[in-house]
């Protein structure tokens, strides 16, 4: 198992459309299990696939407190939504940043597991906000597509001038 390097916003590869997944084989459930540790390590609850450079549509999830809960998603897809709540979002792909973004509260989500088999589910709270967190990242979206331009231009920055300072202390290390 391994630890994969996590991309930052603005990196043009977490915009992408994430590809299907056309066959869950030995190396799809390698990938996933490389997802969770890189999870676990952040750590973090969510992580998806085009963040860590992979152009697929799968994504990983534990919300539960104890960190034993994981769930991997293949090809999932929202089949009902309900309601409206705001929630305070973060992302392992713009760290150090937290804002307020509203999204169905109530949803069903299809997909299929880590043996290629489809299950559906029914989500709600942090575990909804977080699958459709991680779908958004498989169409190239992010949550702070949410927020102003403004407040998005500034964690960019910010962001940009963090990337440019590791670049160096690589390059002299
Ligand atoms: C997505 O996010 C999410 O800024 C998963 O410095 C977030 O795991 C869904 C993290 C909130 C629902 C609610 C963020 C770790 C982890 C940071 C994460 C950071 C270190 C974010
Ligand atoms: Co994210």
């Known amino acids: 198992m391994a630890v994969l390097n996590i991309l930052h916003f603005p990196d043009p590869k977490l915009r992408r459309v994430?590809?299907?997944?056309e066959v869950v084989d030995d190396a799809m459930r390698e990938l996933i299990d490389n997802?969770?540790?890189t999870m676990y390590d952040a750590p973090g609850i969510g992580l998806a696939a085009p963040q860590v450079g992979v152009n697929k549509r799968l994504m990983v999830i534990d919300v539960s407190e104890e960190s034993d809960q994981p769930l991997a998603f293949i090809n999932p897809e929202v089949i009902t939504a309900e309601g409206k709540k705001s929630y305070d979002e973060g992302c392992l792909s713009v760290p150090g940043f937290y804002e307020k973004v509203t999204r169905p509260d109530v949803i069903r989500v299809r997909a299929l597991d880590r043996n290629g088999e489809q299950f559906e589910m029914d989500?709600?709270?942090?575990l909804a906000v977080c699958v459709q967190h991680e779908i958004d990242h498989l169409d190239g979206k992010l949550f702070v597509d949410y927020i102003s331009n403004l407040k998005r231009q500034r964690i960019k920055r910010t962001l940009e001038k963090e990337e440019k300072a590791r670049l160096k202390q690589t390059?002299?290390?």
């Open 123 to 126: 989500a709600d709270d942090l």
């Open 35 to 37: 997802m969770f540790e």
């Open 171 to 173: 390059a002299s290390a």
């Open 18 to 21: 994430a590809e299907p997944v």
